[in-house]
Nanobody, 117 residues
């Protein structure tokens, strides 16, 4: 399985971005997909997850601002981010929840989101 995250960029506070994660092969075998992020100098953290049935969970700091969803027919997951804040800056990765074993899927490069005024 290969996980390809894209859609990051440099934005200003209050802007929006939509991240995309393409799962090469199939996403059907991954019950719950998730977005993670790693801010500079910090550990990677779970941002949002979505189950195969559409149940979503979010870290408190992004509730009401981020929306996660998945399209199994396209093996794709999305993260719509609105009202971005400086503290949303980081490299965003997609993976399963819990993360897939490294032998099955690496984290990849992720996609960099920089929120700066």
């Amino acid at each position: 399985v290969q996980l390809q995250a894209s859609g990051g960029g440099l934005v200003q506070p209050g802007d929006s971005l939509r991240l995309t994660c393409v799962v090469l092969n199939s996403m059907r075998g991954i019950p719950t997909m998730a977005w993670y992020r790693q801010a500079p100098g910090k550990q990677r953290e779970l941002v949002a997850s979505v189950s195969g049935g559409g149940k979503t969970e979010y870290v408190d700091s992004v509730k009401g601002r981020f929306t996660i969803d998945r399209d199994n027919t396209k093996n794709t997951m999305y993260l719509q981010m609105t009202n971005l804040r400086l503290e949303d800056t980081g490299v965003y990765y997609c993976n399963g929840r819990p993360p897939l074993p490294v032998a099955i899927a690496s984290w990849g490069r992720g996609t960099l989101v920089t929120v700066s005024s």
